[in-house]
């Protein structure tokens, strides 16, 4: 499991640009995409923009299994706002796991975004 995290962070950091960096370096997946999510966030939603990206990441891109589908969501996140996945990142899957994925946040997603919890 150690291995999973390694490449977890291996590939998250390749994801940030040195621009969008944290100030403190992130230790666990939830602060690395809290890192990403809030200043994207803030933008979208002025009212607690931590409380939504805390409530996408458990709630959404937590719940996928797969490293490489959940970093792509991530990178979904720095990108566009919001958690989503582009097929070239994440080539070695068919295209139905990554439509079963998005269908799986989806609900979340939009529940963190419009308070309908």
Known sequence: MPGVFAAAFVAAGL???SAQA???NPTTERELFMSICTPR???KIQKQPERVCGCLHDNAVSKEED????????RG?????VPSIQYVWVPSKPQERVIESLDRVAAPTLACMFDNR
């Not at 996140?77 to 706002?81: H, I, L, R, T, Y």
């Open 41 to 43: 966030m803030s933008a």
């Open 22 to 24: 944290a100030t403190t």
């Open 15 to 17: 994801l940030m640009g």
């Open 77 to 81: 996140v720095q990108e566009n706002g």
């Open 67 to 74: 490293l490489e589908l959940r970093m792509a969501m991530i």
